[in-house]
């Protein structure tokens, strides 16, 4: 590759115009790579038939081999949104509500990402997004610079993990519902009415604990929170 040879354009997004903010430029060819910047611009070395890949969580991840013309001006690229095309599906009994928000959120979408002929597949990745925590490590920034810019600072990360959160959450609810039930408690303890009630109230378990403790444990927890309870509630 001669010397000084360098792509330099923006990268936008398909239907918006507007720039892809960090994503990842990488001369597939010749191992070399960079990042867009806050406007969606970028500037990496390449060579004529050299195979450019641009890649972000959101989007198709595309290659684009380098023409003669690349080298002597700035180009403007687009890069379309990651769409989710489910399976048809032939319904018989509709399901309930939360049947139905169960299934979708468990549901797994095949990969849709469009990759350049030629290239290597990429490998499959856990595209769960990280916590706030996580992302305000200052181990992350320093081990990850990249990854860090795009999630502290794009309000498509930002917004990806709090619906994550949401249908996290949600799902979470839904199990708990199924599982710690009010006639569960009244059969472990015997209990009856409103001091039923008050003893639920009593036990103040956490969503994260109910969902992730098996039942018979929470049996045995039961019975020893209720010889608190009627210590504090005789009669």
Same mark, same amino acid.
């Given at each position: 590759?001669? =010397?000084?040879?360098?792509?330099?354009?923006?990268?936008?997004?398909?239907?918006?115009?507007?720039?892809?903010?960090?994503?990842?430029?990488?001369?597939?060819?010749?191992?070399?790579?960079?990042?867009?910047?806050?406007?969606? =611009?970028?500037?990496?070395?390449?060579?004529?038939?050299?195979?450019?890949?641009?890649?972000?969580?959101?989007?198709?991840?595309?290659?684009?081999?380098?023409?003669?013309?690349?080298?002597?001006?700035?180009?403007?690229?687009?890069?379309?949104?990651?769409?989710?095309?489910?399976?048809?599906?032939?319904?018989?009994?509709?399901?309930?509500?939360?049947?139905?928000?169960?299934?979708?959120?468990?549901?797994?979408?095949?990969?849709?990402?469009?990759?350049?002929?030629?290239?290597?597949?990429?490998?499959?990745?856990?595209?769960?997004?990280?916590?706030?925590?996580?992302?305000?490590?200052?181990?992350?920034?320093?081990?990850?610079?990249?990854?860090?810019?795009?999630?502290?600072?794009?309000?498509?990360?930002?917004?990806?993990?709090?619906?994550?959160?949401?249908?996290?959450?949600?799902?979470?609810?839904?199990?708990?519902?199924?599982?710690?039930?009010?006639?569960?408690?009244?059969?472990?303890?015997?209990?009856?009415?409103?001091?039923?009630?008050?003893?639920?109230?009593?036990?103040?378990?956490?969503?994260?604990?109910?969902?992730?403790?098996?039942?018979?444990?929470?049996?045995?927890?039961?019975?020893?929170?209720?010889?608190?309870?009627?210590?504090?509630?005789?009669?």
């Amino acid at each position: 590759m001669a =010397q000084g040879q360098n792509v330099t354009g923006e990268l936008l997004d398909s239907i918006s115009n507007e720039p892809v903010q960090f994503a990842h430029v990488q001369n597939i060819t010749a191992k070399k790579g960079t990042l867009t910047n806050q406007f969606g =611009q970028f500037k990496i070395p390449a060579s004529i038939g050299d195979t450019i890949a641009f890649s972000i969580v959101g989007y198709q991840q595309i290659g684009w081999e380098v023409k003669a013309t690349w080298l002597e001006e700035k180009i403007t690229l687009k890069l379309p949104k990651d769409t989710v095309l489910l399976d048809e599906v032939l319904i018989s009994d509709m399901p309930t509500e939360a049947e139905f928000k169960r299934q979708m959120l468990n549901h797994q979408p095949k990969d849709t990402g469009f990759w350049y002929h030629g290239m290597a597949p990429p490998k499959p990745r856990d595209d769960s997004p990280l916590s706030e925590s996580q992302v305000n490590n200052p181990l992350f920034a320093i081990t990850q610079p990249a990854d860090f810019l795009y999630e502290k600072f794009s309000k498509q990360a930002k917004e990806k993990r709090k619906y994550h959160q949401i249908t996290q959450k949600e799902s979470i609810t839904y199990r708990v519902n199924q599982k710690f039930t009010r006639d569960f408690v009244q059969n472990v303890t015997g209990l009856e009415g409103d001091e039923l009630t008050s003893f639920i109230y009593f036990c103040d378990y956490s969503l994260d604990y109910l969902d992730r403790t098996p039942l018979y444990l929470i049996r045995e927890d039961l019975l020893a929170q209720l010889d608190k309870f009627q210590n504090q509630h005789p009669g």
